[in-house]
């Protein structure tokens, strides 16, 4: 069932404060769509509960429906557990585990999953670090630390880790903020890789970035999605004056 | 304040500041040269490997007292090293707000009581049902004096891990149980040994709590049901003897702990200090 993400009336809290409000869209599957919109928008919060990340955080709420690939993510029993190993995560900051080794990293979803054949663990790691466009870099030193590689490799390293259980669904949380733009190219050019295999996430500051590597944008301001559409359509003819004021850089 | 002034002023504190660093770690050195003095001429190859010696004998030594304190030493960890760190992972990782706060309050509690009502506790509930003084019942008091310091120090460490490791292992689809044992712990792995290695120094020379638990014995270990030598006890029981030899022993004794305790924690950070290791 390839029909991507659906998200109907979707809302969220943290404690008390409503921070999205009724969100509906449906998301391309095996494409990239963009998430963007100031700082404080609930562009993160709405990732985070795609893979019920959301609920991570202590007072967190979230009411509405969200299919991914036909999987209903917050259909009563279902254990989050099992959503998060179809929808892999790529965060802000880079966050290898600094007690494994570049290797133990990239297959830890897969260890710590149950699974323990050396040569299937193998075969995961080397695929995982080609997709991530890594395996070039560090083949000789997959036994070094994590956290011994520059911020960029750590940041591939994080997307090996996640593409290595081989999910659906990459979500991806700004991924490209704390790194150069050299780093970020490289990134950059990756995702455009991975989007004929997967269904990718992006939450971005970087309204370039977002025009660069996605087919469809979301504009979120104040917790509603204000404006959806084909990329190209929303920053060169925006339907709605909200949308156009933040492109233009009138506010945000 | 004339540049001049200023210059005494800054090299006056400075040295001041310098000094109390100093006397902080006098004691240690003034104990240590101590020892040294009065214990070093007692500490042979007998005293490693020799029992003590009936009064009026010259000679002997503490080896069992030396194996005793060690078996002490490994009962006290396994009773409470599993406890303590689980249970600062609970205080670290609950959500819920009134069962931790009244775990930590008490646990602070447990870590002023007196050690010989420790010992005493200890009397009461291994002792007195066995009917006897025992290895268990002593590994058991230094297990309870332990335990607030594994749990407030594991508790502490686990709290440093960065939230985004948890997130991240939790993106990856790994049930929290196994986030807990296989990411978090492992991060906070090399300071909770240091937190390990405190309590372990700190218990190994208790002696109350053993008074009546452990009871002290002049033979070999024979068995964890019955009572057991201990360094502390031996040292105690020799001190306060009227016999020259049995103090210059009691000193040997002291010394040998110390480095007892010194070797432990020098062998614990060697053994863990391999691989990666996250935060201190």
Same mark, same amino acid.
């Given at each position: 069932m390839a029909d991507g993400i659906v998200v109907r009336d979707l809302n969220a809290w943290f404690g008390a404060a409503h921070v999205l409000h009724g969100i509906g869209v449906t998301i391309a599957p095996k494409a990239v769509t963009a998430v963007i919109g100031p700082s404080g928008c609930g562009k993160s919060t709405f990732i985070r509960c795609l893979n019920r990340m959301h609920e991570v955080v202590p007072g967190a709420r979230v009411t509405g429906s969200v299919l991914v690939e036909g999987m209903d993510v917050y259909a009563p029993g279902l254990d989050p557990v099992q959503v998060r190993r179809k929808i892999g995560m790529v965060f802000q900051k880079p966050n290898p585990f600094p007690t494994m080794s570049v290797f133990d990293n990239v297959v830890a979803g897969l260890r710590l999953g149950g699974v323990r054949e050396r040569s299937v663990l193998d075969e995961a790691a080397e695929r995982a670090l080609r997709q991530a466009a890594l395996w070039d870099e560090v083949k000789d030193q997959l036994g070094k630390s994590g956290v011994s590689l520059s911020g960029g490799q750590q940041q591939r390293v994080c997307i090996a880790r996640a593409l290595a259980v081989e999910p659906e669904v990459l979500l991806m949380d700004e991924p490209c903020s704390a790194l150069d733009p050299i780093a970020t190219a490289k990134i950059e050019e990756l995702i455009l890789e991975l989007r004929s295999t997967l269904t990718i996430v992006i939450v971005t500051h970087n309204m370039q970035q977002a025009a660069r590597v996605s087919e469809t944008t979301g504009f979120f301001l104040l917790g509603e999605l204000i404006e959806f559409g084909v990329t190209r359509q929303l920053f060169t003819n925006p339907h709605d004056k909200r949308t156009e004021d933040y492109i233009t850089g009138r506010f945000g | 304040m004339t540049p001049r002034s200023r210059r005494v002023v800054n090299v006056v504190m400075?040295?001041?500041?310098?000094?109390?660093? !100093?006397?902080?770690?006098?004691?240690?050195?003034?104990?240590?040269?101590?020892?040294?003095?009065? !214990?070093?001429?007692?500490?042979?190859?007998?005293?490693?490997?020799?029992? #003590?010696? #009936?009064?009026?004998?010259?000679?002997?030594?503490?080896?069992?007292?030396?194996?005793?304190?060690?078996?002490?030493?490994?009962?006290?960890?396994?009773? !409470?090293?599993?406890?303590?760190?689980?249970?600062?992972?609970?205080?670290?990782?609950? @959500?819920? @707000? @009134?069962?931790?706060?009244?775990?930590?309050?008490?646990?602070?509690?447990?870590?002023?009581? #007196?050690?010989?009502?420790? !010992?005493?506790?200890?009397?009461?509930?291994?002792?007195? #049902?066995?009917r006897r003084f025992s290895a268990l019942a002593g590994g058991f008091a230094l297990a309870v004096i332990m335990l607030p310091i594994v749990v407030r120090t594991s508790e502490e460490l686990v709290r440093l891990v960065p939230a985004s490791l948890r997130e991240a292992a939790l993106a990856l689809g790994i049930p929290q149980w196994k986030v807990l044992l296989r990411v978090v712990l492992p991060t906070a792995r090399a300071g909770i040994i240091t937190g390990v290695m405190v309590a372990i120094a700190r218990v190994a020379g208790e002696t109350a709590p053993l008074l009546f638990t452990a009871f002290g014995n002049r033979f070999w270990h024979q068995g964890l049901d019955q009572p057991i030598a201990a360094l502390p006890l031996q040292i105690f029981a020799y001190a306060i003897a009227p016999y020259d030899d049995w103090h210059r022993q009691a000193w040997a004794g002291a010394l040998v702990l110390i480095g007892l305790v010194f070797v432990v924690s020098f062998a614990a950070r060697l053994a863990t200090s391999g691989r990666f290791t996250g935060v201190r």
């Open positions: - | 400075s040295w001041l500041a310098a000094a109390a660093a !100093g006397l902080v770690v006098l004691p240690l050195l003034l104990i240590l040269a101590f020892l040294l003095w009065q !214990g070093a001429s007692a500490v042979n190859v007998d005293f490693f490997a020799h029992l #003590p010696k #009936p009064v009026g004998e010259v000679g002997g030594g503490m080896a069992n007292a030396i194996v005793g304190t060690l078996i002490l030493l490994t009962l006290a960890a396994i009773l !409470g090293l599993p406890i303590g760190i689980l249970g600062g992972l609970y205080l670290a990782e609950s @959500r819920d @707000r @009134r069962l931790p706060w009244v775990a930590r309050f008490l646990a602070d509690v447990l870590n002023g009581v #007196p050690s010989i009502v420790v !010992g005493i506790f200890a009397y009461t509930v291994i002792v007195l #049902p066995m």
